[in-house]
């Protein structure tokens, strides 16, 4: 599946908030100053579409998801029972580049989608390479033997950070227990907001 190849920080600063780890020391530095040559001039007020548009642009960034594709998720998530945008949610936050980012194999959601694209995720014991790949309950995920001296998965692995309830990890292998609940998942995107964006 096709990802977005341009300029990263451009994006945190359209958004306001740094959606790569990298991007975040910039913004407090600068500030979150819309990217543009009128980027510092005067704002408009932005309409109810505007927000609606802005956060389905926001969620589609954080997990590095083009157009058709969230589209499709969307529109998936609207066929299953119960509420839409956490359906929504649950799919982004299953995707095996997500799992293995959130399992800390990797230190962002691009390197964990490239360790992924490149072969060195196993799940349930075949190499799989798609991003894309949604994970289901119990299946296990763990890094290929090749991988796990390589210095930036030990880096990552070596790092202190909580793990989310919803998976569990020892050294390099991790399981997905259950579904996420909406506590366990990204709180910085209102998945109220893209419900309404696509039920225009």
Do not use: C
Request: no cysteine; glycine share 8%.
């Amino acid at each position: 599946m096709a990802r977005y190849t341009g300029p990263k920080r451009r994006l945190s600063r359209r958004e306001g908030l740094a959606l790569f780890a990298k991007d975040a020391k910039a913004l407090e530095k600068k500030g979150a100053v819309p990217p543009g040559q009128h980027g510092l001039g005067r704002r408009r007020r932005i309409s109810e579409y505007g927000v609606q548009l802005r956060e389905k642009q926001k969620a589609k960034r954080f997990f590095g998801i083009l157009e058709k594709q969230f589209k499709r998720y969307f529109v998936e998530a609207s066929k299953v029972r119960g509420a839409t945008g956490l359906a929504l949610l649950q799919t982004l936050e299953t995707r095996l580049d997500n799992v293995v980012y959130r399992l800390n194999f990797a230190k962002s959601r691009a390197g964990a989608r490239q360790m992924v694209s490149h072969g060195h995720i196993k799940i349930d014991g075949k190499k799989v390479n798609i991003p894309s790949y949604k994970v289901s309950v119990n299946q296990t995920i763990e890094i290929t033997s090749q991988m796990r001296d390589n210095t930036q998965v030990k880096k990552s692995l070596d790092e202190e950070s909580t793990l989310p309830e919803w998976l569990e990890r020892k050294a390099t292998v991790g399981r997905v227990l259950r579904m996420p609940g909406r506590e366990e998942m990204e709180q910085s995107i209102d998945e109220q907001l893209i419900v309404e964006y696509y039920s225009r």
